[in-house]
């Protein structure tokens, strides 16, 4: 070797670990890295390179930066064989097998990206939503009746007319919304055709490939990663059945994280340390009514308790004895009850709410007695109309066990006192907002994910003030909200694949894109025993449990 080649090679060596340092801290060099490029961009930032080991069940992601090189730190790779995939919207990899063999030092492997030829099937349902003629009625329909199970690609890329459209629509509105495309669920209501139904079916033949062999609108799509927002690590963790759905995933004290299935009675945990994971199955079931659970709360002890989501039942999964306990709300309620959402109180009794009946019960687990207070104040009307009257979704205690609830329909939040039982309502600052999932942090204040308006909320329940700011991205949706200790607000959605961190002192968000497309996010954790904060959440269509962390 010579000496000007020795020279490039220990320039680029100390080049690596220079910029591995920068980005994982002075003695973390990288195991893996290399230069994302294309012919039509050469160098390429914010591409999502993703590391696999062959016959594992852990994924490591990482996004190239302004220089197009990316980097896996040495800590998060053992020595091994690993398939390496991507996403940048538009591309794909030249080499649909490619590999990297990992060892004991740096592995260089740079990847060369092609056009794709099927944009279509890279598209969110908020691209698709960005993209398609229509009026705003009709796209919010889409918008509302089909991302909880699928994105809109399907629906985009098929072929039905308008008949065969109708007939679709009636077979949809039939599966629960615990279905998903590779495993739909029957309902337990049976309807025939809804009104609106005939329109929307000429809607959506006159926007998918029914009539032509191509769209023949611009497909539009948001920028890749860029800045600050390439500085993440996630980390993904395979479930053993294919078909999971995990609606919710809760870290606990002692590093484990606890996942519900949305579409099946089924518990889980996942050790981060190591891969394993544990189900168990709660044999509570109702004939012909889906088993699945839709929420999960750790009380004092770890204990995991859990909200049923089409029938009357709750349960509390004890960790000693690795057993169930269930309850059902008492006798004289609605036949329609669904205790979807609970909330532990600190004194450990249990908040189940009764939307049917317009009431919450505080349960007691050590007496096994309900007492039903009404959720909302005297006077309130209920009212049928096209939208519920009032409806409860997500619930949440505060420090001295004050009920909240997020009164999806009517756009208010709704407390119950513990003490005295008083309702009252608050109105978010806009109308139609659509709260759905809520955190509350140690001083009390109330972190909303505002739904149909597209906003995040806090309201401050000591001095019954709202704050909101609108989300910049278009159909975004944030369905849960969940404050870090370093002041920022974390959320999700169900229509694209980012994860946003908002700092309400700047007013700057932040969007991180996870790895795979359709991931479908309901409830978001954080662990704030970490520095920085890790980010937790089931990525609910694809059976895998996701940890995001910033570089910082």
Known sequence: MSTMTRNLVLAYCVATFFFSAALWGASTPAALTGIVSSEAEKTMEGVVVSAKRIGGTIT???????????????????????????????????DPKLEAAVGKGITEKDIKLD??????????????????????????KLY??????HTLTPVMKSTYNAAEWKTTLVRMHNWSEAGALYKPVPSPTHVGPQPGDEEFAQYLSSINLSSKPAHDFELKTLPRPHGN?????????????????????VPDKDGMVWYSDYAEGILGRLNPR???????????VKPGYPPGFHDLELD????????????NGFSKFDKKTEKFVDWSLPEGVSPNVRPTFIAIRPDGKVWVKDNPDHKVFAFDPTTGKFVGYDQFPPGTTFPPSSRSPHQIYGMNADSLGNEYGAD???SNIARVDAETGKATLYPTPTPNSDPRRMHFDAQDRLYIGEWASNRLAVFDTKTEKFQEWPVPIPWYGPYDVAPDKNGYMWTGTMSLDLITRFNPKTGEFTNYLMPLLGVNVRRVEIDNRSTPPVFWVGENRQAKIAKVETIE
């Not at 053992?78 to 996403?87: H, K, N, T």
């Not at 004092?300 to 029938?311: A, S």
């Open 60 to 94: 490591v992601s990482v996004d190239s930066d302004e220089t197009g090189r990316f980097a896996f730190p040495a800590d998060r790779l053992a020595p091994g064989r690993y398939q390496i995939s991507i996403r940048a919207i538009g591309y794909e990899v030249a």
């Open 115 to 140: 056009k794709t030829r099927d944009l279509a099937s890279q598209l969110s349902s908020t691209e698709w939503l960005m993209s398609i003629p229509g009026t705003s009625q009709q796209k919010e």
């Open 144 to 149: 509302k009746d089909c991302v909880w199970c």
């Open 274 to 284: 190591t891969g394993e994971v544990k189900e168990w199955v709660d044999s509570l």
């Open 300 to 311: 004092k002890e770890g204990n995991p308790w859990l909200g049923r989501h089409e029938f």
């Open 408 to 410: 999806i329909d009517k």
């Open 229 to 249: 927002e390439t500085k993440v690590i996630i980390t993904e963790y395979d479930l053993p059945r294919k078909n999971s759905e995990p609606h919710e995933a």
